[in-house]
């Protein structure tokens, strides 16, 4: 059974970066499409950026666009989100997602619930 592990986070002021980690010890993601979702108490998740099991095709929010960029070293068997330009709006638990069948832009729609396997999050706060 595939458990993954965020990694990453923080407390930054507004304009700094964070760079995220998603891991799966002792599990390979090769396989996997794997997603970056956030949510804030009493709001909607929302999936920020998901990447193809290869790597070929990222779908980002609008919302983060031009700001994130998600890679994967799949050598390394880890899954990148860099943040950059944060903004007090990015604050936020951040969790990494794994699913062996969605398209990457259905992946980003979905809920934690419905991929194969998701972390338990890290905490973003961007805050002066």
């Known amino acids: 059974h595939l458990q993954v592990v965020e990694s990453g986070g923080g407390l930054v002021q507004p304009g700094e970066s964070l760079r995220l980690s998603c891991a799966a010890p002792?599990?390979?993601?090769?396989?996997?499409?794997i997603g970056w979702f956030r949510q804030v108490p009493g709001k909607e998740l929302e999936g920020v950026a998901c990447i193809s099991s290869g790597g070929s095709t990222i779908y980002y929010a609008d919302s983060v666009k031009g700001r994130f960029t998600i890679s994967r070293d799949n050598a390394k068997n880890t899954v990148f989100l860099q943040m950059n330009s944060l903004k007090p709006e990015d604050t936020a638990t951040y969790y990494c997602?794994?699913?062996?069948?969605?398209?990457?832009?259905?992946?980003?729609?979905?809920?934690?619930?419905?991929?194969?396997?998701w972390g338990r999050g890290t905490p973003v706060t961007v805050s002066s």
């Open positions: 997602g794994a699913d062996l069948w969605r398209a990457v832009r259905g992946m980003c729609r979905s809920a934690l619930s419905e991929l194969d396997a």
């Open positions: 002792g599990s390979t993601l090769a396989s996997y499409a």
